[in-house]
């Protein structure tokens, strides 16, 4: 099977210069609710604040060489990383032979509790949408909501204004050649967690593919095996991430039944790679794997590594067996 390195396994590794998604929430996190001008400039706020991180690096040319030197079969790319017009990365991507599997779109739709709001948010993907087809992707992931509700706004109302985001979203993306597709939401602040929630979302929206997070539906106290075989016929790209039950509430994920859940190296927690993989490979899945979770190892880029070896000796491994069966 294919395999892509998404760049959030690599992201503090990576040269930022403006303040992307990540950064944004940190600053609010810390009570900064005006972001500065610069990447820079936001980690030096953060550091004053006791938080110690800092820039990176590598550029997006270094991580796209990385990618090819270790045989990586693509690049699955975060849009709020994207620090250069599409044609620019293009040019980048096609110097070294390298696929763009997928760039990941995270817009809070469902953040919109008036229509202006709304518009905005469209604006904002459709250039998203625009950037991506430039540097040469023909998948979108688009995840149409935040972790929580915004003031004055419902479950209900979150769950439509959603769905139309969707719905907008995948007309303007026919007309430059890209599918959409979504992915549950490690979260259960807004309706976009469960087996039913999705079963709801696909009603509503009947052309949107569905990229299967192997992690993610643990959130929802739900088997993502099920999930997978529930909408197999849409899944369109799979991401490789798993978690793990903890007692820490920093940086981890509260489930239905109260738990928490954090990411945790694959094979550690409780997602079932083995099966999961088993199945790809009676679907004869030949879509793109992007792996979201690292093997331990001195640096990000050698832990990237190790996770790919993980499952590709995983797979051969289950490939074998399953021809002796």
């Given amino acids: ?3 892509s390195l998404m760049s959030l396994m690599v992201d503090s590794e990576l040269r930022h210069e403006r303040v992307n998604f990540i950064l944004g929430a940190m600053l ?3 009570g900064i609710r005006e972001a500065p001008a610069s990447a820079d400039e936001a980690y030096r706020l953060l550091n004053e604040l006791g938080i110690p991180v800092k820039n990176g690096t590598a550029s997006f040319e270094d991580m796209v060489c990385f990618a090819k030197e270790n045989n990586f079969d693509g690049l699955d790319l975060m849009y709020f990383q994207m620090e250069a017009e599409g044609r620019e990365l293009r040019a980048i991507l096609e110097k070294y032979g390298v696929v763009l599997s997928a760039v ?3 817009m809070p739709f469902s953040d919109a509790v008036d229509e202006d709001r709304f518009q905005e948010l469209l604006h904002e993907t459709q250039h998203a949408i625009d950037e991506a087809a430039e540097a040469g992707t023909k998948q979108i992931l688009l995840v149409p909501g935040g972790y929580g509700l915004a003031e004055g706004q419902t479950r209900e109302g979150a769950f439509q204004v959603m769905t139309r985001g969707l719905r ?3 007309a303007y993306a026919r007309g430059k050649n890209v599918a959409v597709s979504t992915e549950t939401l490690e979260t259960t602040s807004v309706p976009w967690a469960s087996l039913g929630e999705m079963r709801r979302v696909f009603d509503a929206v009947p ?3 569905y990229t299967h997070d192997s992690g993610n539906p643990l ?3 739900e088997d993502p095996l099920m999930l997978f075989r529930e909408f197999q016929d849409r899944v369109v790209s799979v991401h490789f991430k798993d978690l793990g039950y903890t007692l820490e509430e920093e940086n981890s994920y509260r489930c239905m039944d109260g738990r928490r859940t954090k990411l945790v190296p694959p094979g550690t927690g409780a997602v079932d790679f083995q099966e999961l993989i088993r ?3 009676l679907r004869r899945y030949d879509g793109f794997i992007a792996l ?4 331990p190892a001195a640096d990000k880029w050698q832990a990237a590594i190790r996770a790919l070896e993980y499952f590709r000796e995983m797979e051969a491994k289950i490939a074998q067996d399953m021809e002796t069966e």
């Fill in 279 to 281: 199945l790809l490979l």
């Fill in 28 to 30: 609010a996190g810390a």
């Fill in 104 to 106: 990941n779109i995270i």
């Fill in 207 to 209: 052309e949107l593919m």
């Fill in 1 to 3: 099977m294919k395999y």
């Fill in 219 to 221: 959130v929802a106290n």
């Fill in 292 to 295: 979201e979770g690292s093997r």
């Fill in 168 to 170: 907008e979203s995948i």
